[in-house]
Protein backbone atom coordinates (compact mmCIF):
# COMPACT_ATOMS: atom_id res chain seq x y z
CA UNK A 1 0.00 0.00 0.00
CA UNK A 2 1.35 3.29 -0.75
CA UNK A 3 1.38 6.20 1.86
CA UNK A 4 2.23 10.03 1.72
CA UNK A 5 3.20 12.16 4.69
CA UNK A 6 2.37 15.68 5.13
CA UNK A 7 4.16 18.13 7.96
CA UNK A 8 6.12 14.66 9.18
CA UNK A 9 8.94 17.45 10.79
CA UNK A 10 11.23 14.64 11.87
CA UNK A 11 9.98 11.30 10.68
CA UNK A 12 8.48 9.88 13.45
CA UNK A 13 5.11 9.55 12.15
CA UNK A 14 6.28 7.84 8.81
CA UNK A 15 8.91 5.40 11.17
CA UNK A 16 5.73 4.41 12.35
CA UNK A 17 4.19 4.17 9.46
CA UNK A 18 6.20 2.53 6.92
CA UNK A 19 6.04 -0.58 8.96
CA UNK A 20 2.79 -1.20 6.92
CA UNK A 21 3.14 0.56 4.07
CA UNK A 22 5.33 2.27 1.28
CA UNK A 23 5.91 5.95 1.71
CA UNK A 24 6.27 7.60 -1.29
CA UNK A 25 6.87 11.02 -0.36
CA UNK A 26 6.74 13.71 2.53
CA UNK A 27 5.01 16.92 1.73
CA UNK A 28 6.32 19.69 4.14
CA UNK A 29 6.38 23.57 4.12
CA UNK A 30 8.42 26.37 3.38
CA UNK A 31 10.53 26.52 6.06
CA UNK A 32 11.47 22.79 6.01
CA UNK A 33 11.67 22.45 9.55
CA UNK A 34 12.69 18.77 10.56
CA UNK A 35 14.07 17.68 7.21
CA UNK A 36 17.25 17.20 7.92
CA UNK A 37 16.17 14.69 10.46
CA UNK A 38 14.61 12.74 7.70
CA UNK A 39 17.35 13.28 5.09
CA UNK A 40 19.52 11.82 7.84
CA UNK A 41 17.57 8.82 8.99
CA UNK A 42 15.46 8.51 6.09
CA UNK A 43 17.36 8.85 3.04
CA UNK A 44 15.24 7.23 0.81
CA UNK A 45 11.97 9.17 1.34
CA UNK A 46 11.69 12.08 -1.54
CA UNK A 47 10.38 15.71 0.02
CA UNK A 48 8.51 18.27 -1.81
CA UNK A 49 8.86 21.87 0.17
CA UNK A 50 6.04 24.59 -0.47
CA UNK A 51 2.32 23.78 -0.66
CA UNK A 52 2.21 25.53 -4.09
CA UNK A 53 5.04 22.98 -5.49
CA UNK A 54 3.74 19.96 -3.71
CA UNK A 55 3.09 17.80 -7.14
CA UNK A 56 -0.03 17.11 -7.00
CA UNK A 57 -1.11 15.97 -10.38
CA UNK A 58 1.82 13.41 -10.15
CA UNK A 59 0.58 11.75 -7.06
CA UNK A 60 -2.84 11.63 -8.02
CA UNK A 61 -1.65 9.16 -10.95
CA UNK A 62 0.22 7.37 -8.43
CA UNK A 63 -3.14 6.92 -6.40
CA UNK A 64 -2.21 6.77 -2.71
CA UNK A 65 -4.40 4.76 -0.61
CA UNK A 66 -3.17 6.60 2.88
CA UNK A 67 -2.42 10.38 3.51
CA UNK A 68 -1.63 11.55 7.11
CA UNK A 69 -0.64 14.57 8.31
CA UNK A 70 0.67 16.15 11.57
CA UNK A 71 0.42 19.91 10.87
CA UNK A 72 1.43 22.58 13.32
CA UNK A 73 -0.24 22.03 17.01
CA UNK A 74 0.63 25.18 18.88
CA UNK A 75 -2.96 26.71 18.08
CA UNK A 76 -4.52 24.25 20.15
CA UNK A 77 -2.21 23.02 22.31
CA UNK A 78 -2.22 24.65 25.91
CA UNK A 79 1.57 25.42 26.06
CA UNK A 80 1.28 26.85 22.67
CA UNK A 81 -1.92 29.09 23.56
CA UNK A 82 -1.28 29.80 26.73
CA UNK A 83 2.56 30.89 27.08
CA UNK A 84 2.65 32.39 23.98
CA UNK A 85 -0.75 33.79 22.78
CA UNK A 86 -2.93 34.12 25.66
CA UNK A 87 -5.84 32.19 26.97
CA UNK A 88 -8.68 32.56 24.85
CA UNK A 89 -10.40 29.80 23.70
CA UNK A 90 -10.74 31.33 19.92
CA UNK A 91 -7.49 32.22 19.95
CA UNK A 92 -6.68 29.43 17.66
CA UNK A 93 -9.34 31.06 14.38
CA UNK A 94 -6.67 33.60 13.66
CA UNK A 95 -3.26 32.04 14.21
CA UNK A 96 -2.36 31.24 10.45
CA UNK A 97 -0.91 27.44 11.43
CA UNK A 98 -4.50 26.53 11.40
CA UNK A 99 -3.78 27.02 7.66
CA UNK A 100 -1.57 24.14 7.78
CA UNK A 101 -4.33 21.72 8.48
CA UNK A 102 -6.53 22.93 5.86
CA UNK A 103 -3.60 22.45 3.43
CA UNK A 104 -3.33 18.96 4.40
CA UNK A 105 -7.01 18.55 4.05
CA UNK A 106 -6.67 19.72 0.48
CA UNK A 107 -4.67 16.60 -0.49
CA UNK A 108 -7.49 14.28 0.51
CA UNK A 109 -9.41 16.94 -2.02
CA UNK A 110 -7.17 16.69 -4.57
CA UNK A 111 -5.96 12.46 -4.33
CA UNK A 112 -9.18 11.32 -2.77
CA UNK A 113 -7.37 8.22 -1.09
CA UNK A 114 -9.18 5.41 0.35
CA UNK A 115 -7.90 6.93 3.89
CA UNK A 116 -6.60 10.01 5.70
CA UNK A 117 -5.48 11.10 9.41
CA UNK A 118 -4.87 14.34 10.86
CA UNK A 119 -3.03 14.45 14.27
CA UNK A 120 -2.93 16.80 17.25
CA UNK A 121 -3.56 17.66 20.71
CA UNK A 122 -7.16 16.90 22.20
CA UNK A 123 -8.06 20.87 22.30
CA UNK A 124 -8.38 20.31 18.62
CA UNK A 125 -10.93 18.08 19.20
CA UNK A 126 -12.68 20.30 21.87
CA UNK A 127 -11.68 24.24 21.25
CA UNK A 128 -11.54 23.51 17.49
CA UNK A 129 -14.55 21.55 17.37
CA UNK A 130 -15.83 24.21 14.94
CA UNK A 131 -12.72 23.53 12.41
CA UNK A 132 -13.03 19.61 12.91
CA UNK A 133 -16.97 19.72 12.36
CA UNK A 134 -16.12 21.73 9.06
CA UNK A 135 -14.07 19.53 7.69
CA UNK A 136 -15.68 16.26 8.76
CA UNK A 137 -19.34 17.64 6.35
CA UNK A 138 -16.39 18.46 3.31
CA UNK A 139 -15.49 15.31 3.61
CA UNK A 140 -18.74 13.34 4.11
CA UNK A 141 -19.45 15.16 0.98
CA UNK A 142 -16.42 13.85 -0.80
CA UNK A 143 -18.06 10.28 0.44
CA UNK A 144 -16.26 9.54 3.36
CA UNK A 145 -16.95 7.82 6.91
CA UNK A 146 -15.71 9.97 9.73
CA UNK A 147 -13.58 8.35 12.75
CA UNK A 148 -12.06 10.81 16.04
CA UNK A 149 -9.92 8.54 17.65
CA UNK A 150 -8.46 9.86 20.77
CA UNK A 151 -5.60 7.76 22.15
CA UNK A 152 -2.60 7.63 24.56
CA UNK A 153 0.77 6.50 23.41
CA UNK A 154 1.35 4.42 26.83
CA UNK A 155 -1.36 1.69 25.55
CA UNK A 156 -0.27 2.14 22.26
CA UNK A 157 3.55 1.02 22.89
CA UNK A 158 5.53 4.00 24.11
CA UNK A 159 6.43 4.36 27.34
CA UNK A 160 4.51 7.62 27.73
CA UNK A 161 1.63 9.50 28.70
CA UNK A 162 0.88 11.27 25.65
CA UNK A 163 -2.86 11.79 24.77
CA UNK A 164 -3.32 13.15 21.02
CA UNK A 165 -6.04 13.12 18.78
CA UNK A 166 -6.33 11.72 15.30
CA UNK A 167 -9.33 12.82 12.84
CA UNK A 168 -9.53 9.96 10.46
CA UNK A 169 -11.69 10.06 6.90
CA UNK A 170 -12.30 6.48 5.01
CA UNK A 171 -13.91 4.71 2.54
CA UNK A 172 -13.68 1.81 4.23
CA UNK A 173 -14.89 0.72 7.79
CA UNK A 174 -11.74 0.26 10.51
CA UNK A 175 -12.57 -1.71 13.60
CA UNK A 176 -9.93 0.48 15.89
CA UNK A 177 -8.51 -2.85 17.42
CA UNK A 178 -6.16 -1.95 20.87
CA UNK A 179 -5.10 -4.17 22.96
CA UNK A 180 -4.38 -1.73 25.89
CA UNK A 181 -1.02 -4.00 27.02
CA UNK A 182 -0.12 -3.00 30.78
CA UNK A 183 2.10 0.33 29.91
CA UNK A 184 6.14 0.13 30.36
CA UNK A 185 7.90 2.36 33.20
CA UNK A 186 10.45 4.61 32.60
CA UNK A 187 12.43 2.35 34.81
CA UNK A 188 11.91 -0.97 32.48
CA UNK A 189 12.39 1.50 29.33
CA UNK A 190 15.75 2.79 30.71
CA UNK A 191 17.25 -0.63 31.92
CA UNK A 192 16.72 -1.93 28.52
CA UNK A 193 17.97 1.04 26.16
CA UNK A 194 20.76 -0.08 24.18
CA UNK A 195 23.57 1.83 24.58
CA UNK A 196 25.34 4.50 22.00
CA UNK A 197 22.83 6.49 21.86
CA UNK A 198 23.13 10.41 21.91
CA UNK A 199 24.26 11.73 25.38
CA UNK A 200 23.98 15.13 25.53
CA UNK A 201 21.49 16.27 27.90
CA UNK A 202 19.60 19.91 27.52
CA UNK A 203 20.77 22.72 29.75
CA UNK A 204 18.90 23.29 32.98
CA UNK A 205 19.44 26.03 35.58
CA UNK A 206 16.75 23.99 37.88
CA UNK A 207 18.84 23.39 41.08
CA UNK A 208 19.66 20.11 42.33
CA UNK A 209 17.95 20.85 45.98
CA UNK A 210 15.08 22.12 43.96
CA UNK A 211 14.78 18.83 42.37
CA UNK A 212 15.26 16.90 45.60
CA UNK A 213 12.49 18.65 46.91
CA UNK A 214 10.07 17.51 44.19
CA UNK A 215 7.87 14.11 44.12
CA UNK A 216 8.10 11.50 41.49
CA UNK A 217 5.91 12.36 38.85
CA UNK A 218 5.29 16.01 40.46
CA UNK A 219 5.50 19.07 38.69
CA UNK A 220 8.17 21.46 39.58
CA UNK A 221 5.77 23.79 40.50
CA UNK A 222 3.90 21.87 43.38
CA UNK A 223 7.19 21.56 45.32
CA UNK A 224 7.84 25.42 45.06
CA UNK A 225 6.55 26.34 48.46
CA UNK A 226 8.22 23.46 49.88
CA UNK A 227 11.54 24.15 48.43
CA UNK A 228 11.51 28.37 49.46
CA UNK A 229 10.15 27.44 53.29
CA UNK A 230 13.11 24.63 53.43
CA UNK A 231 15.92 26.57 51.95
CA UNK A 232 14.85 30.32 51.79
CA UNK A 233 15.98 30.62 48.43
CA UNK A 234 13.12 32.83 46.57
CA UNK A 235 15.90 33.76 43.27
CA UNK A 236 15.46 30.50 41.87
CA UNK A 237 13.23 30.72 38.16
CA UNK A 238 9.98 29.46 38.20
CA UNK A 239 9.89 27.11 36.11
CA UNK A 240 7.28 26.03 33.65
CA UNK A 241 3.92 24.54 34.44
CA UNK A 242 4.57 21.66 32.21
CA UNK A 243 8.29 21.06 33.53
CA UNK A 244 7.90 17.74 35.43
CA UNK A 245 10.30 14.89 37.44
CA UNK A 246 9.55 11.72 35.96
CA UNK A 247 8.72 8.69 38.15
CA UNK A 248 10.35 5.21 37.97
CA UNK A 249 7.41 3.41 38.07
CA UNK A 250 5.03 4.91 35.79
CA UNK A 251 5.49 5.69 31.88
CA UNK A 252 6.97 8.89 31.12
CA UNK A 253 5.38 11.99 31.65
CA UNK A 254 3.87 13.71 27.96
CA UNK A 255 7.95 14.54 26.34
CA UNK A 256 6.70 18.03 25.09
CA UNK A 257 10.50 19.29 24.55
CA UNK A 258 13.54 19.42 27.36
CA UNK A 259 11.24 19.61 29.82
CA UNK A 260 11.17 15.99 31.78
CA UNK A 261 13.44 15.93 34.65
CA UNK A 262 14.95 12.88 35.39
CA UNK A 263 13.81 10.31 38.31
CA UNK A 264 17.38 9.14 39.68
CA UNK A 265 19.20 12.07 38.97
CA UNK A 266 19.18 16.06 39.22
CA UNK A 267 19.73 16.75 35.02
CA UNK A 268 16.76 16.68 32.48
CA UNK A 269 16.30 13.39 30.02
CA UNK A 270 19.24 12.82 27.95
CA UNK A 271 18.04 13.07 24.03
CA UNK A 272 18.51 9.61 23.66
CA UNK A 273 16.25 9.00 26.93
CA UNK A 274 13.88 11.14 25.60
CA UNK A 275 13.68 9.72 21.92
CA UNK A 276 13.89 5.79 23.66
CA UNK A 277 10.92 7.24 25.55
CA UNK A 278 9.36 8.10 22.23
CA UNK A 279 9.55 4.80 20.78
CA UNK A 280 12.62 5.68 18.40
CA UNK A 281 15.27 3.43 17.96
CA UNK A 282 18.17 4.63 20.25
CA UNK A 283 20.48 5.22 16.89
CA UNK A 284 17.51 7.68 15.55
CA UNK A 285 19.61 11.24 14.86
CA UNK A 286 17.80 14.43 15.11
CA UNK A 287 19.69 17.70 14.09
CA UNK A 288 20.33 21.29 15.76
CA UNK A 289 21.32 21.73 19.36
CA UNK A 290 20.36 19.63 21.86
CA UNK A 291 17.18 21.16 23.23
CA UNK A 292 16.18 21.73 19.53
CA UNK A 293 16.67 17.75 19.10
CA UNK A 294 14.45 17.52 21.78
CA UNK A 295 12.18 20.05 20.90
CA UNK A 296 11.86 18.47 17.31
CA UNK A 297 11.34 14.71 19.12
CA UNK A 298 8.23 16.71 20.62
CA UNK A 299 6.60 17.95 17.49
CA UNK A 300 6.13 14.62 15.91
CA UNK A 301 4.10 11.50 15.82
CA UNK A 302 5.44 9.07 17.93
CA UNK A 303 6.67 5.71 16.01
CA UNK A 304 4.54 3.25 17.68
CA UNK A 305 1.60 5.61 18.00
CA UNK A 306 1.89 5.63 13.77
CA UNK A 307 2.30 2.17 13.45
CA UNK A 308 -0.65 1.55 15.17
CA UNK A 309 -2.85 3.93 13.22
CA UNK A 310 -1.34 2.29 10.00
CA UNK A 311 -1.69 -1.38 11.16
CA UNK A 312 -5.50 -0.54 12.02
CA UNK A 313 -6.00 1.39 8.17
CA UNK A 314 -4.28 -1.31 6.23
CA UNK A 315 -6.07 -3.96 8.20
CA UNK A 316 -9.70 -2.03 6.64
CA UNK A 317 -8.46 -1.31 3.61
CA UNK A 318 -7.60 -5.00 3.17
CA UNK A 319 -11.06 -6.09 4.70
CA UNK A 320 -12.78 -3.72 1.95
CA UNK A 321 -16.19 -3.01 3.79
CA UNK A 322 -17.44 -0.03 2.96
CA UNK A 323 -18.01 2.92 5.52
CA UNK A 324 -21.45 4.59 5.87
CA UNK A 325 -20.86 7.76 4.20
CA UNK A 326 -21.00 10.37 6.69
CA UNK A 327 -21.24 8.44 9.90
CA UNK A 328 -19.29 10.16 12.61
CA UNK A 329 -17.83 8.29 15.83
CA UNK A 330 -15.79 9.09 18.89
CA UNK A 331 -13.52 6.13 19.82
CA UNK A 332 -11.87 6.60 22.78
CA UNK A 333 -8.66 5.01 23.87
CA UNK A 334 -7.30 7.43 26.43
CA UNK A 335 -7.59 4.50 28.91
CA UNK A 336 -9.07 0.67 28.74
CA UNK A 337 -10.88 -0.68 28.39
CA UNK A 338 -12.12 1.68 25.80
CA UNK A 339 -15.49 3.14 24.34
CA UNK A 340 -16.73 3.62 20.67
CA UNK A 341 -19.80 5.87 20.56
CA UNK A 342 -21.58 7.98 17.11
CA UNK A 343 -22.51 11.07 16.85
CA UNK A 344 -24.78 13.34 15.76
Avoid at 68 to 83: F, K
Avoid at 157 to 173: E, I, L, T, Y
Avoid at 186 to 214: F, H, I
Avoid at 279 to 304: C, K, N, Q, S, W
Amino acid sequence: MRAVGCYIFGGGFSLGVRREMDVICHLEGDDGYGVASVRRNQPDIPIFFGPSRWPIAELRAIAPDFVYGNPPCAAWSPIGRVINYGSSEDQWRSDPRVDCVREVFGLLEALRPTTWAWESVPQAFTRGRTLVDELSRDATRLGYAVDYVLHNAMWLGAPQHRKRFFCVFSRFDVDWECEFSEPETVQSALARMPVGGDDEVPTSNVKPAYWRAVRQGEPLRLARERYEEKTGDREHRRQGFATKKAAWDRPSPAIVGPRIFHPGEPRLFSVAESLWLSGFPVDYRMTGGRHARVHEIARGVLPPVGHWLAKNVKRAIERGRPAPVGRRRVVDFFSPPGEMREVA
